[in-house]
């Protein structure tokens, strides 16, 4: 491990340029570094096999190259198929991916736990752990694509940033690592076929508009009630709801792009017509479909799916309101891979 010398991947093409150029090496090397070090097989600088011998150990002298490596997977028998990635420093985040029928989606961590409290989700009891750099973003979602070469012959379809922690929370790395595996040095996938999903982070949500990304962006909203959702979602006191519509207005306004409302249904919580009328008058003024997601259950008592009756009454209410309304499937349950049950059981 080289943990305290700073990772090749973290100076930028220009900043490598100079310091090459102080040892007296010259500059069109770094390319050849960068080149290297993005490769997914590359472990060391021993491996930049075009580099000069004292080059190489002046690098090793001076620097890390913090490769993250897979160290198991689970196989759930819906073909879904989740991995431990162990980081530089020995933490472990995990990855899915999810196949259907006309896609293959990669489901990634943006952060080792999460800082956010929301209670029923498994990732929360982890508490933050650290932000992951952008290269480990791009390494975790190059070695899923080789990963689902190698077992279903595909590259990856779809990215969603709905694995460990808050996106917006890590906003620099998670937007350097969009831009660089949307481009050809990554994958080349379209920034249509990438979903960030925030569980609300106004400010951001807004400097993201700002910013003229162009992925999509889903928000975790399970309540459209204050009260409700500071309960399920503690952190949310200090992001009050109208800041969170007044962010999402502000979103459409600047970018043209519907979101999506991911939304759980649970008993004694968010089973009733309140809060379905909520949920309607937020869709109404916001262009937007709704995503019912069926919830895995964790250890918390306090959360139980509701019954099946009231989904049905979601979307009935939803679609006599003509507001677009799917209805997720949990995946890789069998094996906690599902949506809010990444919590390092492995
Ligand atoms: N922090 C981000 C992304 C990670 S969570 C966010 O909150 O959006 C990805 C999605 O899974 C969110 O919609 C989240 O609310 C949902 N989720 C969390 N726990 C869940 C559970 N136990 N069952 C189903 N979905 C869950």
């Given at each position: 491990m080289q943990a305290n010398r700073t990772d090749i991947r973290s100076l930028s093409i220009e900043n490598l340029c100079s310091t090459l150029s102080k040892s007296n090496f010259p500059a069109y090397r770094s390319k050849q570094i960068k080149n290297w070090a993005r490769k997914i097989d590359v472990k060391s600088f021993e491996q930049m096999s075009n580099l000069p011998k004292d080059l190489v150990s002046y690098l090793e002298t001076n620097f890390s190259l913090n490769k993250s490596k897979i160290i198991s997977h689970q196989k759930s028998s819906d073909n879904t198929v989740k991995y431990a990635i162990q980081l530089y420093d020995g933490l472990v985040i995990e990855s899915v991916l999810i196949p259907s029928n006309d896609r293959l989606t990669a489901c990634v961590s943006s952060q080792v736990g999460c800082s956010l409290d929301c209670s029923f989700c498994a990732t929360s009891l982890l508490k933050r752990m650290r932000n992951l750099e952008y290269y480990e973003?791009?390494?975790q979602i190059m070695l899923l694509n080789k990963e689902a070469n190698k077992i279903f012959d595909s590259s990856i379809t779809n990215i969603v940033f709905m694995g460990m922690g808050e996106p917006l929370l890590n906003y620099k790395n998670v937007i350097e690592s969009i831009n660089q595996i949307t481009s050809n040095i990554?994958?080349?996938?379209?920034?249509r076929k990438i979903t960030l999903s925030t569980s609300g982070i106004s400010k951001m949500i807004k400097k993201m508009a700002d910013?003229?990304?162009?992925?999509?962006?889903?928000?975790?909203?399970?309540?459209?009630?204050?009260?409700?959702?500071?309960?399920i979602m503690p952190f949310s006191k200090?992001?009050?709801?109208?800041?969170?519509?007044?962010?999402l207005d502000y979103w459409y306004k600047k970018t043209k792009r519907k979101i999506t409302f991911e939304y759980l249904i649970w008993k004694e919580i968010n089973d009733d017509f309140d809060h379905i009328n909520a949920l309607v008058k937020i869709c109404k003024r916001i262009p937007s479909k709704v995503n019912l997601i069926e919830y895995n259950s964790t250890d918390n008592p306090k959360f139980e799916s509701a019954n099946a009756k009231w989904l049905n009454n979601y979307l009935n209410v939803l679609k006599d309101n003509?507001?677009?309304?799917?209805?997720?499937k949990s995946r890789g349950k069998d094996i906690d891979a599902a949506c809010g049950q990444l919590a390092n059981k492995h």
């Amino acid at each position: 491990m080289q943990a305290n010398r700073t990772d090749i991947r973290s100076l930028s093409i220009e900043n490598l340029c100079s310091t090459l150029s102080k040892s007296n090496f010259p500059a069109y090397r770094s390319k050849q570094i960068k080149n290297w070090a993005r490769k997914i097989d590359v472990k060391s600088f021993e491996q930049m096999s075009n580099l000069p011998k004292d080059l190489v150990s002046y690098l090793e002298t001076n620097f890390s190259l913090n490769k993250s490596k897979i160290i198991s997977h689970q196989k759930s028998s819906d073909n879904t198929v989740k991995y431990a990635i162990q980081l530089y420093d020995g933490l472990v985040i995990e990855s899915v991916l999810i196949p259907s029928n006309d896609r293959l989606t990669a489901c990634v961590s943006s952060q080792v736990g999460c800082s956010l409290d929301c209670s029923f989700c498994a990732t929360s009891l982890l508490k933050r752990m650290r932000n992951l750099e952008y290269y480990e973003i791009f390494d975790q979602i190059m070695l899923l694509n080789k990963e689902a070469n190698k077992i279903f012959d595909s590259s990856i379809t779809n990215i969603v940033f709905m694995g460990m922690g808050e996106p917006l929370l890590n906003y620099k790395n998670v937007i350097e690592s969009i831009n660089q595996i949307t481009s050809n040095i990554g994958i080349g996938i379209s920034n249509r076929k990438i979903t960030l999903s925030t569980s609300g982070i106004s400010k951001m949500i807004k400097k993201m508009a700002d910013d003229n990304v162009k992925f999509n962006l889903a928000v975790s909203l399970h309540s459209a009630l204050e009260k409700t959702r500071n309960n399920i979602m503690p952190f949310s006191k200090s992001f009050p709801l109208k800041d969170l519509i007044e962010s999402l207005d502000y979103w459409y306004k600047k970018t043209k792009r519907k979101i999506t409302f991911e939304y759980l249904i649970w008993k004694e919580i968010n089973d009733d017509f309140d809060h379905i009328n909520a949920l309607v008058k937020i869709c109404k003024r916001i262009p937007s479909k709704v995503n019912l997601i069926e919830y895995n259950s964790t250890d918390n008592p306090k959360f139980e799916s509701a019954n099946a009756k009231w989904l049905n009454n979601y979307l009935n209410v939803l679609k006599d309101n003509k507001i677009p309304v799917s209805v997720r499937k949990s995946r890789g349950k069998d094996i906690d891979a599902a949506c809010g049950q990444l919590a390092n059981k492995h």
